[in-house]
């Protein structure tokens, strides 16, 4: 009997438990912001000064791989009086204060709104506030990238999907969002655009051998060599003898990374056409499948001559990593 009514209680707070988080989301609102867009919560005194001044330089920082400066995030500063309403949903927060009473780094989820991420650095002078910014803001940064990238496939989702040629030629999913049309089919590659009256967005899929690209240490440089291959191949101008090449001036920027749960090299750097004067970023990953015995490519460019390039980038980067290998 005793154990009967031991499964009864922790069944009865199990459901209890659920029921209130049930309530909690139906309460929150949905939170708002543009993608890439981070709120800043500190009074004027700390933003106009050392600690305004780290805060910008860490997360206004240049993104990696674009030829004119644009920032990580675009930062909106409010004193902590006015943290209400619109502010308050903010998909994404970061809450700096000084207080006499206690210290510390705090985050939570869903905490005003759904889905939201809100960062708490509290500190009884300045130095401390620095010192724990300067623990943590790399995780910060991280952590918001990552739900900025699920944000961003959401709104994909709600747009039209079209990776059947996708899933027929390579074994796997593809979210492509409204807009992207195939601009050129091959048996093993395929070139996806998206034309907009600033440019446009191009993904390309294919794949090659994993030696390849391993095939010796300089794993970067058969990269470069992969790419500027496929573009003499099938990114040719509207000029003739013209052709997609990587930035010779600017060395790319490289990272180890995992995308589906595989061991992918991450390439960022700037392309042009040969003998032509487009140019424009790309971000490549060669994601190793060791069970085809291949690399697969998702690499993504744009063309954006007089307009800012880091969403779009940013727009390509989530599409390649919503990838599902089906076989």
């Known amino acids: 009997m005793k154990k009967i009514c031991i499964t009864f209680l922790s069944l009865f707070l199990l459901l209890s438990c659920k029921d209130s988080q049930q309530e909690k989301d139906a ?24 600690v305004g001044d780290s805060i ?15 920032p990580l995030f675009n ?25 006499e009473k206690s210290s510390g780094y705090s985050s939570k989820q869903d905490e005003f709104a759904k889905p939201q991420q809100v960062f708490y650095i509290v500190g009884k002078t300045n130095e401390e506030i620095l010192t724990i910014l300067e623990k ?57 655009r998206k034309e907009f009256n600033t440019g446009y967005n191009s993904m390309l899929v294919y794949e090659v051998p994993i030696n390849a690209i391993e095939n010796d240490s300089n794993v ?17 101008g509207t000029l003739d003898n013209t052709w997609m090449v990587t930035e010779e001036a600017y060395s790319p920027y490289f990272f180890e990374v995992k995308v589906a749960g595989r061991d992918t090299y991450e390439t960022k750097g700037n392309w042009y056409l040969k003998n032509d004067f487009m140019a424009g970023p790309f ?9 085809n015995n291949r690399f697969l490519i998702l690499e993504g460019f744009t ?3 007089t307009k800012s390039k880091r969403d779009l980038v940013f727009e390509l980067e989530s599409i390649i990593k919503s990838v599902k290998f089906l076989k």
């Open 56 to 70: 910008r330089k860490k997360f206004a920082a240049p993104v990696d791989g674009l030829l004119t400066e644009e």
């Open 75 to 99: 930062l909106n500063q409010y004193p902590t009086k006015i943290f209400e309403g619109f502010v308050r949903n903010s998909r994404n927060i970061i809450f700096f204060e000084k207080s």
């Open 27 to 50: 309460v929150l609102t949905e939170s708002n912001g543009k993608i890439n867009n981070v709120s800043i919560i500190i009074d004027e005194n700390l933003w106009n000064g050392e």
């Open 136 to 192: 943590k803001y790399e995780d910060i940064i991280r952590s918001i990238k990552n739900e900025e990238i699920t944000e961003n496939q959401k709104r994909l989702r709600k747009a039209v999907v079209t990776d059947k040629k996708v899933r027929d030629r390579f074994g796997i999913g593809l979210t492509i969002g409204y807009g992207y049309k195939y601009d050129m089919v091959e048996d093993k590659f395929l070139w996806i």
């Open 220 to 236: 970067v440089s058969n990269i470069v060599k992969m790419r500027d291959s496929i573009g003499k191949q099938f990114i040719h």
């Open 283 to 291: 971000i490549n990953y060669a994601i190793k499948d060791t069970r």
């Open 303 to 305: 063309y954006n001559p």
